[in-house]
């Protein structure tokens, strides 16, 4: 479980011009946050456009992460869906040979009750050859996996952690506080992994760690550590860039970043659009 513990980045898919996959870049962002104390990576997640992805696409950079990582770091795929039957399939014929735990998100648009949720997760669970990771991030999914929910599959002898993105700081403290001593809370909002962690989460799958992966990543170890000053003036250092990423939608805002540092192109797929130009000339400035 400790591979669970720090700074994750969730990463994004870098494209060319026609929207094809840039591996080349997508090299250059592997080395990048691996070198730069990044303790994990995720792949295939919502900021990697996964959404936009063909069959093919998807294999070929799980394959390819799974070549660029060289065993340096643990790998987390990203593996949702609202069709229960279709995913448990899914989990049961994919390779996933490299890859060390699933991040699984929470069905989305069938809005299903808490115990449709459940019995979704419990099918995954018993499915998945790998440890699960719960995704909870209701303003994707249209529905909020409740604290009580999200307790009860921690029972799960293969649920092992949860990345909460629901804002709700009540909810996130009683899951905290009443998890199981083998589950982890992993902070799923950039801006507040500080106050999440101060609370008890283990660490954070990332966005803005992109841009700042040594001191982002430096800031969950401290945390972890309990260097709470040093934290502290860290997390308020990058604020202003792990909210505005998200102002225009994402991973179009990291992008801008990540082009700023010469690490790849700004595309992003449709529906996908590029930031507004004002937006643009701000995130710019904040990586100079």
């Known amino acids: 479980m400790k591979a669970l513990h720090g700074a994750a980045t969730a990463l994004i898919t870098p494209f060319k011009s026609d929207l094809s996959i840039d591996f080349d870049a997508l090299e250059r962002i592997v080395n990048h946050q691996i070198e730069n104390g990044t303790k994990y990576l995720v792949?295939?997640?919502t900021t990697g456009e996964s959404a936009t992805l063909s069959a093919d696409e998807k294999s070929e950079i799980m394959q390819a992460v799974v070549r660029f990582n060289q065993k340096r770091v643990p790998l987390v795929i990203g593996m949702g869906g609202?069709?229960?039957?279709?995913l448990v399939n899914q989990l049961k014929t994919t390779d996933f040979t490299g890859y060390d735990y699933v991040l699984s998100v929470s069905p989305y648009y069938n809005?299903?009750?808490q115990r449709g949720i459940t019995a979704h997760y419990t099918a995954v669970a018993d499915a998945s050859p790998l440890p699960v990771i719960l995704y909870n991030v209701p303003g994707r999914t249209g529905s909020n996996m409740?604290?009580?929910?999200q307790l009860e599959l921690a029972q799960h002898p293969n649920v092992v952690a949860t990345k909460e993105a629901s804002g709700n700081m009540e909810q996130i403290m009683h899951l905290i506080q009443h998890k199981p001593k083998n589950f982890d809370v992993i902070s799923g909002d950039d801006s507040l992994t500080f106050p999440m962690m101060a609370l008890?989460?283990?660490?954070?799958?990332?966005v803005i760690n992109h841009a700042y992966p040594r001191v982002f990543s430096g800031m969950v170890a401290d945390c972890l550590s309990g260097n709470w000053e040093t934290a502290r003036h860290a997390h308020y250092e990058i604020l202003e860039g792990s909210i505005r990423i998200f102002e225009d939608g994402s991973p179009g805002g990291i992008k801008v970043m990540m082009h700023e540092m010469g690490l790849c192109e700004t595309y992003v797929r449709p529906p996908l659009y590029p930031v507004n130009e004002g937006l643009e000339q701000i995130l710019r400035s904040l990586v100079k």
Do not use: D, E, F, W
């Open 200 to 206: 008890g989460a283990s660490g954070v799958i990332s």
């Open 82 to 86: 609202n069709n229960t039957l279709a």
């Open 146 to 149: 409740t604290a009580a929910t």
């Open 43 to 45: 792949v295939l997640g």
């Open 111 to 113: 809005k299903p009750n």
